[in-house]
Protein backbone atom coordinates (compact mmCIF):
# COMPACT_ATOMS: atom_id res chain seq x y z
CA UNK A 1 0.00 0.00 0.00
CA UNK A 2 0.95 3.52 -1.04
CA UNK A 3 0.14 6.69 0.52
CA UNK A 4 0.53 9.89 -0.96
CA UNK A 5 -0.19 13.09 1.20
CA UNK A 6 -0.77 16.83 -0.23
CA UNK A 7 -0.04 19.22 2.73
CA UNK A 8 -2.56 22.54 2.73
CA UNK A 9 -4.91 24.12 5.19
CA UNK A 10 -8.23 23.50 4.93
CA UNK A 11 -11.24 25.80 4.62
CA UNK A 12 -12.17 27.76 1.37
CA UNK A 13 -10.25 30.82 2.76
CA UNK A 14 -7.07 29.51 1.96
CA UNK A 15 -8.28 27.24 -1.32
CA UNK A 16 -6.26 28.70 -4.20
CA UNK A 17 -3.16 29.85 -2.32
CA UNK A 18 0.79 28.94 -2.87
CA UNK A 19 0.59 26.93 0.62
CA UNK A 20 -2.23 24.85 -0.82
CA UNK A 21 -0.84 23.81 -3.54
CA UNK A 22 0.06 20.06 -2.39
CA UNK A 23 -3.99 20.06 -2.23
CA UNK A 24 -4.34 21.11 -5.88
CA UNK A 25 -2.55 18.36 -6.95
CA UNK A 26 -4.20 15.34 -4.79
CA UNK A 27 -7.52 17.19 -6.39
CA UNK A 28 -5.59 16.99 -9.74
CA UNK A 29 -5.35 12.95 -9.55
CA UNK A 30 -8.61 12.67 -7.88
CA UNK A 31 -10.38 14.35 -10.77
CA UNK A 32 -7.87 11.98 -13.29
CA UNK A 33 -8.99 9.12 -11.70
CA UNK A 34 -12.86 9.92 -10.28
CA UNK A 35 -11.65 8.96 -7.21
CA UNK A 36 -13.42 10.60 -3.70
CA UNK A 37 -12.03 11.92 -0.50
CA UNK A 38 -15.19 10.62 1.26
CA UNK A 39 -12.94 9.02 4.33
CA UNK A 40 -12.97 11.62 7.22
CA UNK A 41 -10.58 10.58 10.03
CA UNK A 42 -7.19 11.10 11.86
CA UNK A 43 -7.76 14.87 11.49
CA UNK A 44 -7.98 14.72 7.68
CA UNK A 45 -9.86 13.57 4.22
CA UNK A 46 -8.96 11.11 1.93
CA UNK A 47 -9.60 8.48 -0.77
CA UNK A 48 -8.66 4.45 -0.42
CA UNK A 49 -8.68 3.57 -3.79
CA UNK A 50 -6.44 0.95 -6.14
CA UNK A 51 -4.19 2.05 -8.80
CA UNK A 52 -2.45 -0.83 -11.16
CA UNK A 53 -3.73 -3.38 -8.72
CA UNK A 54 -2.17 -1.52 -5.67
CA UNK A 55 -4.00 0.33 -3.03
CA UNK A 56 -3.18 4.03 -2.36
CA UNK A 57 -4.12 6.32 0.29
CA UNK A 58 -4.36 10.05 -0.91
CA UNK A 59 -4.76 12.12 2.57
CA UNK A 60 -4.93 15.70 2.61
CA UNK A 61 -4.61 16.68 6.51
CA UNK A 62 -7.36 19.08 7.97
CA UNK A 63 -5.11 19.97 10.66
CA UNK A 64 -3.53 23.39 9.14
CA UNK A 65 -0.27 23.11 7.50
CA UNK A 66 1.70 23.49 11.12
CA UNK A 67 0.11 20.49 12.27
CA UNK A 68 0.34 17.75 9.22
CA UNK A 69 2.03 15.23 11.21
CA UNK A 70 -1.15 14.77 13.66
CA UNK A 71 -3.12 13.85 10.85
CA UNK A 72 -0.16 11.60 8.75
CA UNK A 73 0.53 9.73 11.66
CA UNK A 74 -2.44 7.96 13.14
CA UNK A 75 -3.48 7.58 9.61
CA UNK A 76 -0.13 5.26 8.29
CA UNK A 77 -0.10 3.36 11.69
CA UNK A 78 -3.90 2.08 11.20
CA UNK A 79 -2.84 0.98 7.47
CA UNK A 80 0.60 -0.70 8.55
CA UNK A 81 2.30 1.92 5.48
CA UNK A 82 5.63 2.09 5.60
CA UNK A 83 7.52 5.41 6.09
CA UNK A 84 9.49 4.08 2.58
CA UNK A 85 5.92 3.65 0.75
CA UNK A 86 5.01 7.54 1.62
CA UNK A 87 5.37 10.37 -0.53
CA UNK A 88 4.61 13.94 0.25
CA UNK A 89 3.21 17.25 -1.82
CA UNK A 90 4.15 20.83 -0.60
CA UNK A 91 5.02 24.08 -1.86
CA UNK A 92 8.74 25.64 -1.76
CA UNK A 93 9.81 28.84 -1.80
CA UNK A 94 13.35 28.24 -2.70
CA UNK A 95 12.14 26.64 -5.92
CA UNK A 96 10.60 28.90 -8.92
CA UNK A 97 7.28 29.28 -9.60
CA UNK A 98 6.43 25.94 -11.47
CA UNK A 99 9.23 24.16 -10.96
CA UNK A 100 9.37 20.68 -9.48
CA UNK A 101 12.08 19.03 -7.59
CA UNK A 102 11.68 15.34 -6.22
CA UNK A 103 14.01 14.41 -3.02
CA UNK A 104 13.82 10.95 -1.85
CA UNK A 105 14.53 12.40 1.83
CA UNK A 106 15.95 15.52 3.20
CA UNK A 107 15.44 18.27 6.04
CA UNK A 108 12.03 20.90 6.67
CA UNK A 109 13.92 23.76 5.36
CA UNK A 110 12.08 25.76 7.44
CA UNK A 111 8.72 24.56 5.63
CA UNK A 112 6.64 23.68 9.25
CA UNK A 113 4.36 21.35 7.87
CA UNK A 114 7.53 19.39 6.69
CA UNK A 115 8.88 19.82 10.17
CA UNK A 116 5.65 18.49 11.77
CA UNK A 117 5.97 15.22 9.92
CA UNK A 118 9.70 14.86 11.01
CA UNK A 119 8.76 15.37 14.41
CA UNK A 120 5.75 12.85 13.82
CA UNK A 121 7.32 10.16 12.18
CA UNK A 122 10.66 10.40 13.72
CA UNK A 123 12.58 10.51 10.54
CA UNK A 124 12.90 12.68 7.50
CA UNK A 125 13.71 9.85 5.35
CA UNK A 126 10.07 10.10 3.17
CA UNK A 127 9.70 10.61 -0.52
CA UNK A 128 8.88 14.29 -1.24
CA UNK A 129 7.44 16.54 -4.78
CA UNK A 130 8.15 20.07 -3.66
CA UNK A 131 6.91 22.57 -5.71
CA UNK A 132 7.89 26.04 -6.61
CA UNK A 133 5.86 29.01 -5.43
CA UNK A 134 8.92 31.28 -5.38
CA UNK A 135 9.73 34.08 -2.85
CA UNK A 136 8.13 37.23 -2.92
CA UNK A 137 9.37 39.83 -4.68
CA UNK A 138 8.03 42.76 -3.26
CA UNK A 139 8.35 43.39 1.04
CA UNK A 140 5.36 40.95 1.83
CA UNK A 141 5.88 39.14 5.00
CA UNK A 142 6.63 35.64 3.66
CA UNK A 143 3.47 34.16 6.30
CA UNK A 144 0.89 36.24 4.31
CA UNK A 145 3.08 35.66 0.66
CA UNK A 146 2.19 31.66 1.29
CA UNK A 147 -1.21 32.33 2.30
CA UNK A 148 -2.54 34.76 -0.55
CA UNK A 149 -3.94 33.42 -4.05
CA UNK A 150 -1.52 33.10 -7.23
CA UNK A 151 -1.85 35.70 -9.76
CA UNK A 152 -3.93 35.74 -12.79
CA UNK A 153 -0.56 36.22 -15.00
CA UNK A 154 1.02 32.85 -12.51
CA UNK A 155 -1.67 30.18 -13.35
CA UNK A 156 -0.49 28.80 -16.40
CA UNK A 157 2.61 28.24 -14.92
CA UNK A 158 0.82 26.90 -11.99
CA UNK A 159 -1.13 24.42 -13.73
CA UNK A 160 1.80 23.04 -15.73
CA UNK A 161 3.50 22.28 -12.04
CA UNK A 162 0.06 20.79 -10.78
CA UNK A 163 -0.08 18.05 -13.61
CA UNK A 164 4.14 17.62 -13.40
CA UNK A 165 3.54 16.44 -10.05
CA UNK A 166 0.30 14.89 -10.51
CA UNK A 167 2.41 12.51 -13.82
CA UNK A 168 5.26 11.98 -11.53
CA UNK A 169 3.11 11.10 -8.82
CA UNK A 170 1.54 7.98 -11.12
CA UNK A 171 4.91 7.43 -12.51
CA UNK A 172 5.97 6.30 -8.80
CA UNK A 173 3.05 4.23 -8.52
CA UNK A 174 4.39 2.02 -11.45
CA UNK A 175 7.93 2.65 -11.13
CA UNK A 176 11.31 3.28 -8.57
CA UNK A 177 11.18 6.20 -7.75
CA UNK A 178 15.03 7.22 -8.57
CA UNK A 179 13.53 6.21 -11.95
CA UNK A 180 10.67 8.65 -11.30
CA UNK A 181 13.06 11.16 -9.91
CA UNK A 182 15.09 10.75 -13.32
CA UNK A 183 12.67 11.47 -15.20
CA UNK A 184 10.92 14.49 -13.84
CA UNK A 185 14.54 16.13 -12.32
CA UNK A 186 15.68 18.03 -15.43
Known amino acids: MKCIIGLGNPGKK???????????????????????????????????????????????????????????????????????DILVIYDDLDLPLGKIRLRQKGGHGGHNGIRSLIDHLGTKDFKRIRIGVGRPTSSIPVVKYVLNPFAKEEQEDVEISIQQSADACEAWLERSFVDVMNDFNK
Not at 25 to 52: I, T
Not at 56 to 71: A, C, D, F, R
Open 14 to 84: YENTRHNIGFMVMDALAKRHQWDFNQSKFNGVYALEHFNQEKVVLLKPQTYMNLSGESVRPLIDFYQIDVE
